[in-house]
């Protein structure tokens, strides 16, 4: 992940150079620079903060932050970072987890969930609605692995990512993949047809639920999900009284129940003009989009970038975004928290807003937003014999089927990372931002969740 938000209004951003870049509210040191001030300008959180080690994805809580580094090394910092004690406050990053290097982590509200290496998953924190996937609702103060059994015979966990009080694992075997929930289920976004159950270990979600087709990610907000198939389809569930599925385009209140209980197909391989949807990013009650052909797409509240008569304040059906507003930029990455949303151009620009704030730009003078560096040579290997036929007649069914244009996307964006040592000069020509004046940003003030706040 190359750009994230947290819930209380901070930003955290992962650079080609394996640094990271924050600003945003920090009153509870979720920034990591050692104090906690507010910073509105992006600050430089560099990799001596991380052992020496490349960042290459980060997670942002509502009063906390995590990162992995290349290393497998994973780091928290804020309240809630120390787990064992967890009103206590950290202002710098602090290594945790020390059993076996980690692959991914993602934060909810108030829990931790991490994928190792080895394709297990641990999670600590907050269980009140079952979010840890051990069969209770008891509080844990380390990290305890969740029953790999209960994934099935022979599974390997894929990915993994969370809701506010949520939880969510694909997971591939015998030559299909399923996705799996667990945890708060109020508004149906566990996506398993009831909104009164909450899911104490993981449920798997039937793969005719997308038409049989493959799972490629799967996206969590406050009280909805949002998951992409390989097709480019947009599937999704849970509350969309404010439009965040889009799905309910001409709801009012007086129609009653809004809440989607099932997988439902948002759009199809034919949005954005035949290209389908490439990824996507769920706030409280906000949604951006990403289409295969980089446009972005916006729906629910707080959409509007005030000043540009783009989207109203509160869209309910998938809205496009003036590419001018982003001058004419590719878009490669998007991002969403609380009623926020972000994103990055080719060229490494972010951009901000919400729906009661202008555009936002965020100069990041370091170096750029990053997306791949230090690709493993087998990595680029197995890329390579899925995309050429000879090389690929005994690859699995799995890396046969990874969809053409969506690998071509992925090589068409990734980019040289240059050694520290080459002249500004090269770096300049070879991709790094030259550095820009600051203008200051005017930040959100943290949003104080109504009934959702139950912890």
Known sequence: MTLCMGGTSSTLMVTEDGDMSVFGVNMCGELGLGHVSSVYNPTLLDKHAFGGD?????????????CVTSTGTLYMWGIGA????????????????????????????????????TKHIWTCGSAQHGQLGHMDRVYRSE?????????????????????????????????????????????????????????????????????????????GGLQHTLVVTADGSLWGSGDDSRGALSLHAHYTPADGDANVYTMQKVVGPDFADGHGVLTAANGQAVSIVLAKNNTVWVCGSGTHIFGTGTAPDCTRSLTLIDPVVFGNKKIIVVAAGSYRCGVVT????????????????????????????????????????????????????????????????????????????????????MGRRPVRSVAALDLEAPEVLDEEHEE
């Open 143 to 219: 990290f305890t692995q969740i029953d790999h059994e209960l994934f099935g015979n022979g599974a390997t966990v894929t990915m993994i990512a969370v809701g506010y009080w949520y939880s969510m694992a694909l997971t591939h075997a015998e030559g299909a993949d399923t996705l799996w929930t667990w945890g708060k289920n109020r508004h149906g976004e566990l996506g398993h047809g009831d909104d009164t159950n909450d899911r104490l270990v993981p449920v798997a979600i039937p793969a005719d639920t997308f038409d049989g087709v493959p799972v490629v990610s799967m996206h």
């Open 54 to 66: 490349d960042v290459v994805m980060a997670s942002a809580a509502s009063f906390y932050s995590a």
């Open 82 to 117: 120390t787990v064992t004690i967890p009103s206590a406050r950290q202002n710098i990053p602090t290594q945790v987890f020390a059993h076996t290097p980690v692959l991914m982590v993602a934060c909810g509200w108030d829990f931790t969930m991490l994928l190792t290496r």
């Open 346 to 429: 080719e060229d490494g620009d972010v951009w901000l807003w919400n729906g009661s704030s202008g555009l936002m730009f965020a100069p990041v003078l370091h170096a750029r937003i990053g997306r791949w560096h230090n690709l493993l040579r087998d990595h680029a290997l197995a890329f390579a014999m899925m995309a050429v036929p000879r090389l690929n007649s005994t690859a699995s069914g799995a890396a046969r089927d990874f969809p053409a244009d969506l690998l071509e996307w992925m090589f068409n964006n990734m980019h040289f990372q240059p050694h520290p040592d080459t002249p500004h000069a090269l770096q300049n020509l």
